[in-house]
């Protein structure tokens, strides 16, 4: 493994483009267009790679994986990096040749519920019913959280995802649970999207982010790096709109950012300017995040969790110094 070292920069360059696998059919997150462009915050992340590298956002080719082979093609060396998969776990972390850089978005196990039901709280649900699948860790999660509270609860329990979504359409439960990301997506697909919200709380989490193969340290630090990147310039301010302006800006975190103070591409194998380059190209992790899949989007998620340390969130970014 040790030889593989630097392995995947150099293809890149050589080749001129990143090549990132992507899950077919993810709104929000993946998703291609009738003229084949493809948009979300996967595609986006893979974009901020590829100005980091290459310095051009667009030098990149999309590869559709799915569930069952995302991982295989990637530990061959298929593509370069998975934008999003399973979440981090220690297994999947340490047995399928691959190494998860970061978490980009914190995903879990939530519930979609009609506006007019006056709860304000998962732990006003006792005496409701909830849609669920039958059989699945979302069933398991939710019978230990009714239960581990004494709070009553009926499960209405399907053979498939479709049908909890139309018992839960058609009024047969007061709530549908599942992860946060689907249970948006489902939410934008029924009549009057705006006649229902997803709660606050999760009863579980998933860390979602990118992943890359095992044995390539400079590569894993490049694509921890973007992702840090992308959350830093929202904590310090900086913006696709207000980036080349910063340029004067007498503060020296913002200054070294831009690649204006040191050198901090050097221990990456990259430019001086890499970090300007993300921002400039693609944006902040908030400009990522509401285009994607925020309030003004089709999935209306608000930040919630993602939203950084400082607003009562769970994101930072490790200093770029």
Known sequence: MASAAAATLDEVRTRGHLVCGVSEGS?????????????????????????????????????????ANRFNALAAGEIDLLPRANGRTLSRDTEFGVRYAD???????????????????????????VCVVAGTSAQQAVETFFQSRRMRFELVAAEQWAGAVKAYADGACTVLTGDITVLAAERSRLATPGDHVI?????????????????DEQWFSIVRWTVAALIAAEE????????????VSANVDIRR?????????QGLGLTKDWSYQIVKQVGNYDELF??????????????????????????????LR
Not at 199 to 215: A, C, N, T, W
Not at 297 to 318: C, F, K, M, Y
């Open 290 to 319: 509401e285009r994607n899949i925020g309030l003004k989007s089709g999935l209306a998620l608000e930040r919630g969790v993602n939203n950084l340390w400082t607003r009562g969130g769970l994101l930072s970014a490790g200093p």
């Open 236 to 247: 310090l301010g900086i913006s696709s709109q207000n980036v080349d302006a910063l340029r």
């Open 199 to 215: 709660m606050p709380e999760l009863i579980s989490k998933d860390m979602l982010g990118p992943v890359v193969r095992q044995g």
């Open 257 to 265: 950012f831009l690649g204006l103070e040191a050198d901090l591409g």
């Open 27 to 67: 709104p929000g997150f993946a998703a291609a267009a009738a003229d084949g462009a493809w948009s979300g915050l996967d595609i986006d992340l893979c974009g901020a790679v590829a100005a980091a590298v290459l310095g051009k956002r667009e030098a990149v080719k999309y590869r559709v994986v799915t569930a």
């Open 103 to 129: 978490t980009l978005f914190h995903d879990g196990q939530g519930f979609l519920v009609r506006r007019g039901y006056a709860v304000a709280s998962v732990l006003e649900l006792s005496g409701t019913s």
